[in-house]
């Protein structure tokens, strides 16, 4: 085996450029999916069956189905569909933010479902409306027990955002491995890329702990 790390190093700066777009895929996707999970959250809990059933039905496409194919489908069959070549930049975060809303519904849902149903009688007794109750009682609460989930997810959102190269979009992976062809060695950028990754997982672990740590001390 005969590694070269020394003759990346000038390429160094061009792959550290692929974490900001990364990052503001996966924030964007993050915030996208987190508003739809609590819109299909709601839905799930819902009186109405109708909205159960659709809430269940877009849940059990999205999470039965391959991300890279959400991705593919909506960059590639974008033209076809509405008559307009989506940017893949838009395309990935259209893609993980539909996908990430799916699975982020199912931990807000059992968030809601674990309040003391007595929070919400003493709330209605009170004549507090629905919406704000579950807004400013509710929520609030379940969002506090589901938070290492919702890191978990956020970290898993982050590793699966190195799928956006197979349409070009420039992150880590794709800058990595365009530095590997224009050497002909493709194994120590992909390396690069991996430690990337590994690091920027590590430090969303730690702020997520951080971060359960403090709402704890708060109780």
Do not use: C
């Not at 809303?101 to 809601?112: D, N, Q, V």
């Not at 224009?182 to 590994?198: D, H, K, Q």
């Amino acid at each position: 085996m005969n590694l070269d790390f020394t003759q990346f190093i000038p390429s160094m700066p061009y792959i550290l450029k692929g974490i900001l777009v990364t990052l503001q895929i996966v924030i964007l996707a993050g915030v996208l999916g987190f508003v739809l999970g609590i819109i299909l959250s709601l839905l799930k809990i819902s009186h109405i069956k109708i909205l159960n059933w659709i809430a269940d039905l877009y849940t059990s496409i999205f999470r039965g189905t391959p991300l890279v194919l959400q991705l593919m489908l909506i960059y590639y069959g974008s033209p076809q569909i509405i008559g307009y070549q989506i940017e893949p930049y838009t395309a990935a975060i259209l893609s993980f933010g539909l996908n990430s809303g799916a699975y982020i519904s199912e931990i807000i849902r059992a968030g809601i479902l674990a309040v003391d149903k007595g929070q919400q009688e003493a709330a209605m007794a009170l004549g507090v409306p629905y919406g704000k109750m579950m807004w400013d009682i509710i929520l609030p609460q379940a969002l506090k027990n589901i938070l290492p989930a919702l890191m978990n997810e956020f970290i898993t959102l982050t590793k699966e955002s190195a799928i956006v190269t197979t349409i070009g979009v420039m992150d880590i992976m794709r800058r990595s491995y365009q530095v590997g062809a224009e050497n002909y060695s493709f194994f120590e950028p992909l390396l690069i890329a991996g430690l990337i990754y590994y690091l920027m997982v590590m430090t969303l672990t730690f702020l997520g702990k951080a971060l359960e740590g403090r709402m704890r001390r708060s109780d």
